[in-house]
């Protein structure tokens, strides 16, 4: 009888969440069946060729009769992008540490990170790629640079606005520094921390491609790039496709462990975020 309840419990709680991803998905869908339907439209009403822009279907032939080299490649990308999103990640969060506990710190180096940050990744891949060698590793420490700023700046934010009220209540009790740091000032710092790793995950896929366009024989930068030389646009827009998808997957991944991480905020409680 117990379990014939519990059932019926567990059915109603994935009913409820089914419903609410739908409430919260269906304006996206909505758009992006507009957006294609009038692309596809377009394509054919002013009969653009498939070299300047193709049509939605012709990128969908393009991934499903190619999907087998395009996923592999994706697959390499991806684990560039995650490799590169954590390392980049870690030591955004580390310095952004430094930077709240150490105002002589943040004001000898932030310029500088500011300085660096500001440098284009075309720019700084082929020095990275000659100091690093043509291998995975460049094209991880490129995404690991262009994913470690946001992280830094939203740390530092974070860990320096706690409440000053609360902090005077572990003052009274005598809290050690790590207490006031696990307890009080990491939790406030968590909501701006989600902000710096949604950022990050969007830049590693950006910075793992990046790498690979400029100088790669896989991935869906090289992809991209020999379609490019050779003029298959269908299959050019077919790896961009699938690296935007890839994107959004990681998005929501990182979306997923903010829910799970901080669902007391009140950011948590719009479904759509």
Known sequence: ?????????????????????????????????????AWEWAIAAWQVPSYLMPAPSGIWQAIWFNHGSIFSQAAITGGEAIVGFVIGSV????????FAYSTIMSRALLPYVIAANTIPVVG?????ILWLGNGVSSKIAVTA????????????????????????VFHVAAASSWQRFLKMRLPSALPYVFVGLKL????SVI?????E??????????????SYKNLNMPRLWAAMAVSAVMGVILFAVVARLERIAIPWHSSMRDPSL
């Open 200 to 203: 990050n995950v969007t830049f």
């Open 91 to 98: 030591l955004g969060a580390l310095l952004g540490i430094a």
């Open 213 to 226: 366009f400029v100088q790669a024989d896989r991935g869906l930068g090289f992809v991209i790039m020999s």
């Open 124 to 128: 700084i891949a082929p020095i990275i």
């Open 145 to 168: 640079l262009l994913s470690f700023f946001p992280l830094a700046l939203n740390m530092m934010k974070g860990l320096q606005s706690y409440d000053r009220t609360i902090m005077d």
């Open 1 to 37: 009888m117990v379990s014939i309840v519990s059932e019926g419990s567990e059915q109603t709680a994935w009913k409820s969440r089914i419903a609410a991803f739908a409430t919260a998905a269906w304006p996206a869908l909505l758009t992006f069946v507009v957006v294609v339907a």
């Open 207 to 211: 910075g793992a491609i990046v790498a």
